[in-house]
């Protein structure tokens, strides 16, 4: 519920302007935003063209799907000592190094133009900065974010990543296409290492103290946490979204330039609308718009089944992306919420691991489809199998 204390909006069409950001966000959040954002633009330019790369080295999609298996495999392993270290050296200690892991799997990345040997130590870097960046991400999150604007606060998160993700594509398309990968890897890696300047502004205040390695997996599988973790697996879908569905898109148009200038129109539509999701969560409570959310998305998977031309893959890729930001708002903010009441890293990790979980389910429901489904068949089984997933989120 909005804050008694919040300023009276006017009715003109600037004044309703500010009604639609977290005004009240605290200095460290307003940092982590400037970080992401940061960080985002240089993730955004390479994240869409990762698996292309991967499909134009030789990779077929079943080479990709056990490529990111490894990673996650790898990430379900090491992810609680990722929130040992958090809470021992400080959140945005343990953000810092992920910066360096993330430019070691970019450079793993451009040697597998050389040699696929080069994958075995692009799994390990990057399953190593996953588990560094993202609990310290989230917990840093849930600890300076506020109830009353939790929605705007993710909305806005939303919206620069989606900001960032029109020109990302478009300059990382740009460069694959005219020059190659190794030329986007050294601009990435430099915004990477600028992306730590922000969280410098504002001294870390934080009581080292421990965390069990073993305590985070038996809370994964605990009666109680039965429905979170069944709508956390929901992010299945997300695998498909990142690894396989770049490839089809780049089938349907042909080259990097054309399939970035896509993605970016579609992000810039989202962007536009995802701030007024933000104020719709504060406002009317996050779960109704949570479930809404989810059956929109899931029914923008299952129209990807008639999808055989560039309109209706931008058609597709819209929705797509309209569905999963806005939903990614009222299933922030329940996620957060509940690890301010309950306790922040160890529902951090809780809220990670089953994450992975729910990938790890859809790698191996990928790799029966590519096995056993008749080749002409293998897309619209795989986008079934995403539709399915994305409607484990409404359980939540």
């Known amino acids: 519920m909005p804050s008694q204390n919040a300023p009276i909006q006017g009715h003109t069409f600037l004044g309703t302007i500010p009604g639609y950001f977290a005004v009240k966000a605290r200095g460290e959040l307003k940092e982590l935003f400037l970080s992401a954002a940061t960080l985002d633009l240089a993730v955004s330019m390479i994240l869409f063209f990762e698996p292309i790369y991967l499909y134009s080295q030789g990779l077929s999609l079943k080479g990709i799907v056990f490529f990111y298996l490894g990673v996650y495999l790898a990430y379900f392993a090491l992810m609680p000592l990722g929130g040992k270290f958090a809470k021992c050296f400080g959140f945005e200690h343990s953000m810092f190094l992920g910066s360096p892991l993330l430019i070691f799997y970019y450079l793993s990345l451009a040697l597998v133009s050389q040699s696929h040997y080069a ?95 073993k305590r985070a997996y038996i809370r994964l599988f605990r009666k109680e946490n039965r429905r979170r973790l069944i709508a956390y697996i929901g992010f299945g879908e997300e695998f498909i979204a990142l690894a396989l569905w770049p490839v089809f898109i780049f089938m349907i148009f042909g080259n990097t330039l054309n399939a970035g200038a896509m993605v970016a129109v579609s992000t810039l539509i989202t962007a536009i609308i995802v701030l007024y999701m933000g104020k719709i969560a504060d406002k009317s409570g996050n779960r109704p718009l949570l479930r809404f959310m989810t059956i929109i998305y899931a029914f923008s998977w299952f129209v990807r089944l008639f999808v055989r031309a560039p309109i209706g893959t931008l058609v597709t890729d819209t929705l797509s992306r309209l569905g999963k930001s806005s939903l990614s708002i009222p299933l922030g903010a329940i996620t957060y919420n509940n690890a301010r009441e309950r306790g922040v890293m160890k529902n951090v990790i809780f809220f990670e691991m089953a994450l992975v979980v729910g990938k790890l389910f859809a790698m191996a429901g990928t790799l029966v489809i ?19 997933f994305t409607l484990l989120y409404g359980v939540l």
């Open 370 to 388: 590519l096995f056993i489904v008749p080749q002409e068949f293998q897309w619209q089984a795989i986008f079934v199998l995403a539709g399915v």
């Open 119 to 213: 994958l075995i130590p692009a799994v390990l870097f990057y399953a190593a900065q996953k588990t560094f960046y993202w609990p310290g991400y989230h917990a840093d999150f849930a600890k300076y974010g506020q109830d009353f604007e939790q929605g705007r606060e993710i909305g806005n998160a939303v919206a620069a990543n989606s900001f960032v993700f029109i020109i990302g594509p478009l300059l990382g398309g740009a460069v694959m296409y005219f020059f190659n990968f190794t030329a986007l890897f050294i601009i990435v890696s430099i915004l990477i290492a600028l992306s730590n300047a922000p969280l410098l502004l504002t001294p870390e205040r934080f009581k080292p103290s421990g965390f069990s390695y």
